[in-house]
Structure formats: C-alpha cells, structure tokens
C-alpha cells in the first residue's frame, strides 16, 4: 500500500480520490468544503487539517479548477517551504503554460517535485480509471507517479520535461472540442432548416465518422440537453482563452478560436455559464 495526497475534491477529483482508495492505497484527502472530504473518509480515506498536511504525502495529486486556484494554493501561499523535499506535487489542471512554467520553477527552488498532468475524460470515465493521462515533467518524478495513474487512467502519453508541454497539449484537445461543437451546432442548425431530422442525422455522423465528440455532443445539441453538466461553458471559455494566449506566445493565429471567444462570452451573458459547454451551439440560430 502506497500513500498519497488529493488535493481537491470537485466533480473529477472525488472519482480519483475514490478509484485510489479502492486499489487499497492510503489516501489523504483535502478540500475546502467539508462534504466531499466526509466523503470520502467515509470510503476509507484520512482527511488533512490542511494544505500543508497533505503536502506530507510522498506524492500529491491536485485537482483544482484554474490558474488563480492552482497559485494561490500552491505558490502564492508559502506551502512549499514547508513541504518535505522529494515530496512530488501532480496537477491534475488544466492550466496555462505560463502557470506551469511558474509552478515548475516554485517547486524546484523548494526542492518539491512537479509534474504537469491534465487529463482527457468527463466525470463518468474519471469514475471508470478511464482517464488519459497527458504527462510531462522530470522522468524519475512520473515514474514515482505511474503506479497511482494505473488506477485513475487507461494510459498515460509521456510528452516532454517540461511540465508546460502537457498543459499545451491538453489546452489544444479542448480547443478542438469547442471547435467541433461550434461547427456541430452550424451542420445541426442547417439540417433543420431544411427539413432533416436532427435526431437522425447526428446518428448518421456518429456511425459514419468518427469521434466520440459527434456523438456526445452531437445528440446533447440535437435534444437540446445542456444538464447534467460535463464540462461548464465557464471552464470552456477558461480553456479558449489559453489556447488564445498560447497562440499569442508562439504568433500563430487561430482565427476560428476568435469566432468561439464571442460565442463563448455570448452564451455566458446569456445565463449559460454553468450548462454544459454544448449549449454553445444555441448561438446558432434554429
């Protein structure tokens, strides 16, 4: 039995912290509300008094929801100093590359491992140990951590030293779902209009290409089904606006995310921020 923190009990780190309780390690849980931790005690997890009591555990998994959480957590905070050195810290997040970079330096001069770890799966394949799990960080400190994301992943892509490498990675897969809902929501809306079936035609795209994005998606646009929520329009526009700045960096356009930035804030404006990220495609007009 290994031991290991979580940090951030939401809706993908309580099936993480979960799925790790199962496989028998032991599980040191933090959130700031006490529901999700009580919750997780009750499974057979020990809940921290704190950040900086968890930040004790060998390695530290983080599921926290941005770029302000992830620093004021970790690096604005002054935790590290008084983080056991070797200790190896996991984000889970999706965060900007400007944020990885920052942390990776924060850990190094505190002697703390980091290894960038975003993942691609909604809450159902987190409760599944479904995930995949998009690495990057120093060897060593991912082999200490490949044994937890067993349990949590399907596989992991091992994509560079550098924690940033994975966060571009998984910001570039959510810019190209936000993509894809745009341009579904544009073909459902056309296929309406001429008289074909929604339910029907999304069902041809399904069978005839393939991603799974046409077929979760696609039926969500086509029913009009934006609850329960998988991924919030908020957290969506979130992940735009780093592909936007990661653009920025590297001067390359991506005129497409220039539309989705409007959509984006359209939608919210419109009181859709806590829908799933779907609903987008009813700034399509129908």
């Known amino acids: ?22 496989a028998g390690h032991d599980v040191v849980v933090w959130n700031r509300s006490d529901a999700p931790a009580e919750q997780l005690v009750a499974a057979g997890a020990r809940r921290a008094a704190s950040v900086a009591e ?16 992830v620093a004021e957590t970790f690096i604005d905070s002054g935790v590290l100093s008084r983080t056991p050195a070797g200790t190896v810290h996991v984000n889970l997040a999706t965060v900007s590359a400007g944020l990885a970079r920052r942390a990776g ?11 960038a770890a975003p993942v691609f799966g ?5 409760e599944a140990g479904a995930l995949n799990i998009l690495a990057a960080g120093e060897e060593g400190q991912i082999d200490r951590a490949q044994p937890f994301f067993d349990v949590i992943g399907s596989r992991t892509w091992r994509l560079g030293d550098r924690p940033e490498q994975a966060n571009i990675v998984k910001i570039l897969g959510n810019y190209l779902i936000a993509c894809a809902i745009q341009s579904l929501g544009e073909a459902v809306s056309l296929a309406e209009g001429a008289g074909v079936d929604s339910g029907q035609f999304v069902e041809l795209l399904t069978s005839t290409l393939p991603g799974a994005v046409y077929a979760g998606y696609g039926s969500m646009i086509a029913e009009r089904r934006y609850q329960p ?8 526009r979130k992940d735009l606006h780093l592909a936007l700045d990661a653009a920025i ?13 409007a959509v984006f804030d359209q939608a919210i404006a419109e009181g859709h921020g806590a829908d799933d990220w779907a ?8």
């Open 54 to 69: 968890a930040m004790h555990s060998p390695v530290v998994f983080s599921v926290l929801s941005d770029d302000r959480a």
């Open 122 to 126: 909604r809450v159902p394949v987190a």
């Open 229 to 236: 929520t998988g991924f919030s329009t908020v957290l969506g």
């Open 279 to 286: 609903v987008i495609a009813e700034q399509q007009p129908r």
């Open 1 to 22: 039995m290994s031991s290991i923190a979580v940090i951030g009990l939401g809706a993908m780190g309580r099936p993480i912290a979960h799925n790790l309780v199962k």
């Open 105 to 115: 330096a924060a850990h190094a001069e505190s002697g703390v491992g980091y290894v």
């Open 249 to 261: 960096d590297h001067d390359i356009p991506l005129p497409i995310g220039q539309l989705l930035q």
